[in-house]
Every structure is written in structure tokens, then in C-alpha cells.
């Protein structure tokens, strides 16, 4: 199976002298990966849940704000992650679509995590540490040293994720922008390892099975039906035959 996002494309990227700049999928050409502004990812604190109703709903209310404008954001007092996936389940979609459809078809043994390693780099301005992607999951949870090196897209512009310690980063993935008809947004991200020192992070993919049928819940829909299957058989089958994820574009009706 092909990497997910195309690590091997990386190492070509490399080999061939390639720059940063030049990724098909990046929306915000002509980086200089070093002199990218900082930014600081929305925060949200996640115990305000428990609160009463008023800090509740302004909570979810972030969520949904975040999940819009930015498609990341980042969350403390999050206790188990699972209390987060369930206020995406229940809260945000504001009763319109029926909230078991994750719980039927996302769970411990469909989703899986990634730990990515990024030794120091002394051309970390001219190659990726991993190069720009989108998520195709549901959505990701990730957990990042104190390093830096994430890297959004938010406004045709590339920002650097500002570290903040405990917290974890939640960002929307391929699948949550189909559903949601392109309401909350996959956003394209990479990273720059650092010159000096080694980073690590662990990102948690939320995935359905394979035979989820993944359909907008608005209409008109924007993207066809498809499978998860068939979804991750594409990217593969782009990514083998291009070196490029071409992800939800290839399902636009
Ligand atoms: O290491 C990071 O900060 C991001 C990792 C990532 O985007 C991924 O594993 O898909
Ligand atoms: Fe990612």
C-alpha cells in the first residue's frame, strides 16, 4: 500500500533537488519554508463541557467556528479524546445528520496512529520533513513536541503552528469535509524539520472501515458517494501513478 501521505515522494523530492515551492497540491505557491509567520491555533478548552449549558454550547460553538475557519484547531483539559470525538458526534453537526453514524462505522480497530520521527536537518528551508498533504480521514488528533514545524494553510498563506505545551491539535480531514458538504475543511499541512534539534509527534488517524459509504448530508451534494475503500484505492492509484494525492477533487460532481 502506498504511504499515506507519499513519504517516498519525499525522498525524490529530495534526490531531485526539487524545492518546497513546487508541490502540485500546496494552494499557496512559492513558500520559504523558514520565513513562514507563526500563528497561534485557536484554543480550546475542553472542561468548559462539564460547565452548565451557556459554556457548553460556547464551547461547541468554538469547535464548530474553528473546525470552519480553520479546519485545526487545538484543545487542553481534553482528558480522554474520546470525550472530544463525542462532542463532534453529537454537538456539531447540530442534530441534523444521525450522530450513530460514527459510532457504527469508526472505532479503536478502524482508526490507527502514526509516530513520526524528524532528525535534524541542516537544508530543513529546502526539503519537506513531510511534504504538504491533506488528512484522509475523518479527522486527526495529534500530538506534537515543543520543536515546531507544523504548517497550515489558512488564507492562501502558509503559517507555522506556534507548539503549546499539553495540548493536542484536532484537524478536520477528507472525509469530515465530504460529509459535511465542504462545511468544515480539509486543510492542506506539512512540516519542517528543524535544523538543530529532532522532533517527534504521534498523530491518531479517526477512520471508518473500509465499506463506509461516505455521503454528503446536505444537498446539492458536492462530491459523489463513495466508499472509504474507494477512496483510499484512488489516492493510492494517484500517488503510484503521479507521486501525488489528488484526494477529494476526484470525487467533485
Ligand atoms: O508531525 C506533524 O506535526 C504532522 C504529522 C502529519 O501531518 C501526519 O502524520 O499526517
Ligand atoms: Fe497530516
Redesign the pocket.
Known sequence: MASD?PYLETYKTLFQGNTPGGSKGAKAKDNKLFMVEECDLPLIDLSRLNLDRAERDKCKREITDASSNWGFFQVTNHGVPRQLLKSMQYEQMKGEVDASFFQENCSPSTSYL?M?R?PPCPISSEVF??MP?T?SDFL?I?Y?DQVG??QLVKDDRWFSVKPKPDALIINIGDLFQAWSNGVYTSVE?Q?VASEEGE?F?V?Y?YCPSYNTVIQSYSKPATYRTFSFREYRQQVKKDVDSTGHKVGLPRFLL
Open positions: 501521505p502514526r513520526n524528524y520533513g513531510m498533504h488528512d486527526t495529534l506534537q514545524g507544523l499541512h512540516v522532533r509527534s498523530a488517524f
